[in-house]
């Protein structure tokens, strides 16, 4: 540079907005659609999770229900500093099997979904038709057709921009995100096996008082030992860890082959048509086999939830942090997408390829056969009741629980 020139270049810098003076988050509505144990955590993690949301709606099939969750929420020690953005009033509490609708077609931003997941590929494709931004807890279906829905509209969600984050707390959890980008990566070397796990105890819901066997409602009430509306342990449960391994994999298995049954778990006193243990044997694409083992047995019994990755340098133990950050850290991602204060989020469709894997798992084990991924797309499988049939006097009893070589997949 000579006589003393100046150059005309200028240098701009990107700043955080939060970290800018009087910056603060977007505040945002969100509307809790079933609010059993599961909902009235999630509202308590999304509290924790995000300091700008507001919880200003809450559905339910029943009104006890809903009452008893927005009693624990206004008592409960986690929500004491929360207590200002719980803005649910009495025109903001719906009830009954549409109710669902209500909350959807309000002015929420977010619409938060955990009621019994067989209803999850109705309410998710309402909610992605108008145009909301969604908490769906897993698993996203329990029937071949009803995950189907759900991916359709998954695509939706994708093109229309709008956000989806998954109850699959795993993927929110510091050690998995650590450990999967390491093996994704292949800072563990070439993955050669992988296991899954969840070796744990029943969910029985016990027999509610002055109900008839086949009321609605007792159903729904129990909806734990209706494959119905809980898909089997496979599918509600021991998916968290069966997403794991497609996480890790970056897709799904191609086919499996399984086998369970029903030794300690009540069928006939319980009415349910549930397994209590399954054991299954997927293969993906490129050869590398996973298997699956899950079983509900009284407390007593061993116990192990965990995923186990081999490869060739040798064994890793896949385990939550201690505390389950994942709860809360799904909600704060969840807010920053919606916001564009993070990255953008979308897990609707990687969720319901690992919903559809542990279908294509209890499947294998109910039928006998090995069943392939194509099968499970192309199947007419549906479980779930028709809106005629929504009452509390509907005829739903317990089909009997499946038997290899007498069961037929669809």
């Known amino acids: ?8 270049a200028s240098t701009f810098m990107i700043i955080k907005p939060e970290l800018v003076s009087g910056w603060a988050p977007a505040k945002l509505k969100a509307g809790l659609v079933g609010c059993g144990g599961r909902g009235t955590q999630a509202v308590m993690d999304m509290m924790k999770g995000d300091s700008a949301v507001e919880l200003v709606a809450m559905a339910d099939a029943f009104e006890d229900r809903l009452e008893g969750s927005l009693r624990e929420l206004k008592r409960s020690p986690e929500m004491a500093a929360h207590q200002d953005r719980l803005q649910v009033g009495p025109d903001r509490r719906f009830v009954g099997f549409d109710a669902y609708k209500k909350i959807i077609n309000s002015d929420v931003d977010v ?9 999850r590929p109705l309410h998710f ?9 969604v908490f769906c807890e897993k698993p996203f279906g329990t029937d071949c057709t009803g995950v189907q829905r759900f991916m359709k509209a998954a695509q939706a969600s994708e093109q229309k921009k709008l956000t989806v984050v998954s109850g699959a707390q795993r993927r929110s959890d510091p050690a998995y995100l650590e450990d999967v980008k390491k093996l994704q ?3 563990m070397g070439q993955i050669q096996a992988l296991y899954a796990y969840w070796v744990g105890t029943p969910v029985i819901h016990p027999q509610p008082a002055n109900l008839q066997a086949n009321d609605f409602d007792y159903i729904h009430r129990r909806w734990y030992s209706y494959v119905w509306l809980c898909g089997d342990q496979i599918v509600e449960q021991h998916l968290h860890d069966i997403d794991v391994c497609n996480w890790i994999m970056g897709t799904h298995p191609v086919k499996v082959i399984a086998m369970g049954g029903a030794n300690f778990r009540p069928t006939k006193d319980q009415q349910s048509n549930i397994y209590d243990h399954l054991a299954a044997d997927f293969e993906f694409a490129n050869g590398v086999r996973m298997s699956s083992y899950c079983r509900q047995y009284p407390q007593g019994c061993a116990q192990r939830v965990s995923e186990l ?3 060739n340098n040798g064994r890793y133990a896949l385990a939550q942090t201690r505390g389950g950050p994942g709860y809360v850290n799904e909600h704060t991602k969840l807010m920053k997408s919606i916001r564009g204060d993070g990255p953008y989020i979308n897990e609707a469709m990687a969720v319901a390829e690992s919903t559809m894997t542990c279908i294509m798992g209890r499947e294998a084990a109910y039928s006998g056969l090995e069943i392939t991924w194509d099968m499970v797309m192309n199947s007419k499988q549906d479980l779930m009741p028709k809106p005629d049939q929504w009452n509390y006097k509907a005829h739903l009893e317990s089909t009997p629980i499946p038997i290899p070589g007498t069961y037929k997949f669809v």
Request: aromatic share 4%; proline share 6%; charged share 10%.
């Open 111 to 119: 619409v938060m979904l955990a009621t019994p997941p067989g209803w």
């Open 1 to 8: 540079m000579t006589g003393g020139a100046v150059t005309g």
């Open 125 to 133: 494709e309402a909610a992605i038709e108008a145009g909301k931004h």
């Open 309 to 311: 990755i081999v490869t």
């Open 185 to 187: 990566d292949g800072a």
